[in-house]
């Protein structure tokens, strides 16, 4: 596969710079950030150095400065204008932005141009170090999960398929056996990410509690569940603020969202109950005995599927099209989505049956009187052509 995401012209564009910064690509496992860096090494025919701390039991500090001190011989050897270093799943060392700092100033005061590219999947730790020690020397390049309109064009799927099996490029190739497809997901990616880029990066107190949150999650992806009902749900609970202390971890590994119910009181609205949100609906389908074929001769669970897709598609795009995405609800009115860029709002009701229930949207219109509000299904804005579009395009 040769397909380039968009995220790949932004790091090229940026390495071709005269001014130096370090390229930090971020997101979640599994979506192509390796693979886009050596896309990007193999067609710019520049000298590098590569390694990840992911492969070596022994990467620490003194790790680290072996493989930027070999990239610094490799510039001063070969004359070269540059050379590219590139350190994947750099959270995993400890400590690693201060090191990277005093690195990367004693480069800048010696006039060595080592390009840096720093890889990692865990945004809590990276966004931790980035803020303690590297202010005003990084850029992020955030890479979230595949869009539909990104696995239609690069591997030909349809849009039901994108819905139950999500955007992972990696298993594109055997959806036909959905029984290894969902191996896959259960033990390369959701094991996996839970494993590496948690619970060995994080205290974890009750890392059982954490994967049934995470399980019952997935099982009520789209919905909202108070923090008491998570307790009467799941064993040996402990308290709402470690469920809501673990949510977020979840949520930095780009697993599952909590969305909060808007609200103009921020107090309220940290308060709330969350609304789970899947960033990837194979999370959802790759753990559950219903097959695809089934799946979507079903309306209704077919239903449950779209709006988990349309919260999916929100969340992923979130960052770059900054915007922050909400629930409301007073009552039994409901809206499924709200969401607010600057002094902008937007509300959104997803359907995929024809009968619709327009309440929730009539008294938010009324309290809060929306720039606009949209339907998203069979009618209004087809979801077919929502899934093929940025968020953006709604404002």
Known sequence: MN???????SLKERIREKRRFIQVIMGPRQVGK??????????????YTQASADNSP?????????????????????K??????????????HNWSETVKGLWDEDTKEKLNIQVIILGSSSLLIDKGLSESLA?????????HWSYSEMRDAFGWNVNQYVWFGGYPGSAEIIKNELRWKNY?????????????ILLLTRIDKPALMRKLFELGCFYSGQILSYTKMTGQLQDAGNTTTLAHYLKLLDTACLIRGIEKYSKNEVRQKGSSPKFIVYNTGLISGQTDEMYKDIIN?????GRCLESAVGSHLINNERECNYKVFYWRQGDCEVDYVLKKQNKLIALE???????NTSGMKLFNKLFKPDKIYLVGNEGIRWQEFLAESPENLF
Not at 80 to 93: H, M, N, R, W, Y
Not at 185 to 197: A, F, P, R, V
Not at 298 to 302: A, I, L, M, T, V
Not at 350 to 356: F, G, R
Request: hydrophobic content about 35%; overall charge positive; aromatic content about 14%.
């Open 350 to 356: 997803v359907t995929a049956s024809s009968k619709k």
């Open 80 to 93: 070269s204008k540059k050379v590219i270093l590139v350190i994947d799943e750099i959270q995993k060392i």
């Open 34 to 47: 390796t693979y886009m860096v050596n896309q990007l090494i193999e067609e710019s025919k520049d000298l």
């Open 136 to 144: 005003g020397r990084f850029e992020i390049i955030f890479t979230p």
């Open 58 to 78: 022994n990467a620490d500090i003194y790790w680290l400065k072996e493989n930027w001190n070999a990239a610094r011989f490799k510039y001063k050897q070969s």
């Open 298 to 302: 079903s309306p209704s669970k077919f």
């Open 3 to 9: 397909y380039k995401r968009k995220q790949y012209y």
């Open 185 to 197: 997901i259960k033990d390369s990616l959701i094991e996996t990410s839970i494993s590496k880029d």
